[in-house]
């Protein structure tokens, strides 16, 4: 599974920002956007201890944003728990102050 390239630092990401990111605080939809493995995790950004924001490289079509709400594009369920259990550990570690969380790809 492939999260995103080197690590997730979002003041190094926000220096050199992509206009075409996306960023959603909705972790099922951020997991969703990884197992499709079209969209790259570039950042976390902490907004408070329950709520972070997950930053991707590039923004979903429409298509795919009411195709995940309305359940009609499918993903692996194996794939979408890796995804999730990935980013709650992330989240765990920028909870912890860690300012760089590691993302290796698989």
């Known amino acids: ?13 926000m220096k050199n920002c992509n206009m ?3 960023k959603t605080s909705d972790i099922y939809f951020a997991s969703f956007l990884i197992t499709t ?3 790259y995790l570039e950042g976390i950004q902490d907004q408070s201890p329950n709520k972070k924001t997950f930053i991707f490289d590039k923004e979903p ?23 999730l259990q990935t980013l ?4 765990y ?8 969380v590691e993302v290796r790809n698989q």
């Open 1 to 13: 599974m492939s999260l995103g390239k080197g690590f997730l630092d979002y003041d190094r990401f």
């Open 20 to 22: 075409r990111a996306y």
């Open 37 to 39: 493995g079209q969209f």
């Open 61 to 83: 079509s429409q298509d795919l944003i009411l195709g995940f709400y309305n359940g009609s594009v499918k993903v692996s369920a194996i794939r979408l728990l890796e995804a």
């Open 88 to 91: 709650k550990s992330a989240t």
């Open 93 to 100: 570690l920028v909870n912890s102050g860690s300012r760089q």
